[in-house]
Nanobody, 122 residues
Framework: QVQLVESGGGLVQAGGSLRLSCVAS????????MGWIRQAPGKEREFVRG????????LYADSVKGRFTISRDNAKNTVYLQMNSLKPEDTADYYC???????????????WGKGTLVTVSS
């Protein structure tokens, strides 16, 4: 019932910025949590940022605090991830995901996009 499509990934040098977008279609309810999850080569999936659809409360991973910002535009059914001061270790596939409840773990997500690749060169 929910489809998520990410965009905005690409190649950027260390210290640069990228803005990822996730457009959701279908039924997005006020209780939903929208989030970004990443998976780097050889590593497990990691929760990066989350935001409640209705109130805009954000959840974050300590590793990116102060560098990544999540936001949403309910009218456009879109969630954004602004990534600044990118580091090579940020290189990963970034997935947009949604949950029908408040979660901050990949295991709790109900819907997933196909991902967009972010590559940060050193």
């Amino acid at each position: 019932q929910v489809q998520l499509v990410e965009s905005g990934g690409g190649l950027v040098q260390a210290g640069g910025s990228l803005r990822l977008s996730c457009v959701a279609s279908g039924r997005i309810f006020s209780t939903f949590t929208m989030g970004w999850i990443r998976q780097a080569p050889g590593k497990e999936r990691e929760f990066v940022r989350g935001i409640s659809w209705s109130g805009g409360r954000t959840l974050y991973a300590d590793s990116v605090k102060g560098r990544f910002t999540i936001s949403r535009d309910n009218a456009k059914n879109t969630v954004y991830l602004q990534m600044n001061s990118l580091k090579p270790e940020d290189t990963a596939d970034y997935y947009c995901a949604a949950s029908t409840r408040v979660v901050m773990s990949p295991r709790g997500m109900d819907y997933w996009g196909k991902g967009t690749l972010v590559t940060v060169s050193s």
